[in-house]
């Protein structure tokens, strides 16, 4: 009887086990591996070698962990990114020089894949840089953002990485050869100055959509009479675009522009703060025509 009673024990133990496992697996928990993964463990001891060095190794640490996203944004690059590239800086030199042309087109360069790493971080599709001469680039955004605050972070990514890469000028500026980096540095923060403008389709008026659509008004009130001190022609094609993408704004989905109010007012400060930056940055870097 004790024998058949310890069967019985053990056969309910063992039912009960299995019922558990089943649980699990249907809930789809999975236990935790406790070993860390190769990469982890190459990365870890990397890391721990690089810190032995001092402040110098905790630098090299620091730039190793964020040079992923330096190769995920030249993975943006195509065969055709590269001509079109060596096409525009054929055509700067012709006006500027070679030097600051390859400059000037790098900082294009570095304002468009700031809007891809964005698009990639948020799931949407890009395309590979386009560049035009005398226009600029342009990277295509091969999915529809789902709304207004979405496409503001994408236009986001342009303007913020590339005044960092305006900024980084300057601090090249200080190693030698001052006056070729601080006017590179300049064109860099009036260039993304100049996208603020709130006119679609630059990135100013994809931002300022968000929060205020009456803003998009505002950029044609600054642009037009911009446009007739400077006689741009690329002004009045923008101006133009712009205008024609105004009337098609009438056609997103419901919902698309609703956005709570918390979050419109971070964009707004975001906006006026980054345009308040660059144009102070713009102002102290420019050198006036004629100045030694």
């Not at 996203?69 to 054929?90: D, G, N, P, Y």
């Not at 953002?145 to 590339?162: D, I, K, L, S």
């Amino acid at each position: 009887m004790a024998g058949a009673a310890d069967e019985t024990e053990r056969t309910r133990k063992l039912r009960d086990n299995l019922q558990e496992v089943t649980r699990h697996l249907q809930a789809g928990e999975v236990a935790p591996d406790p070993r860390p993964s190769s990469d982890d463990d190459q990365g870890a001891s990397l890391k721990r070698k690089l810190s032995g060095l001092g402040s110098a190794g905790l630098v090299l640490a620091l730039v190793l962990g964020k040079l992923k996203w330096v190769l995920a944004a030249f993975k943006l690059l195509k065969f055709s990114s590269i001509i079109t590239m060596l096409v525009s800086i054929w055509a700067y030199s012709l006006l500027f020089g070679w030097p600051f042309a390859v400059g000037f087109v790098l900082l294009i360069l570095v304002h468009e894949l700031g809007h891809g790493l964005v698009m990639r971080q948020l799931g949407i599709p890009a395309g590979a840089p386009t560049f035009i001469p005398f226009v600029g680039a342009v990277i295509a955004m091969r999915g529809r953002p789902r709304n207004a605050y979405v496409e503001a972070q994408v236009a986001f990514g342009g303007p913020v990485v590339g005044s960092l890469a305006a900024a980084a000028c300057l601090l090249f500026g200080l190693l030698g050869n001052w006056e070729f980096w601080r006017s590179l540095a300049f064109t860099g923060f009036l260039i993304n100055l100049f996208n603020l403008l709130p006119v679609s389709p630059l990135d100013g008026g994809r931002i300022v959509g968000a929060f205020s659509r009456k803003m998009w008004l505002v950029g044609f009130a600054i642009g037009v009479p911009l446009f007739l001190w400077t006689k741009s022609p690329l002004l009045l094609f923008i101006l133009i675009v712009g205008l024609v993408g105004l009337l098609g704004r009438r056609h997103e989905p419901p919902g698309y522009f609703d956005i709570p109010e918390p979050i419109k007012r971070k964009l707004a400060l975001a906006y006026f703060g980054l345009a308040g930056v660059l144009a102070v940055a713009a102002a102290l870097t420019h050198v006036p025509t004629g100045a030694s």
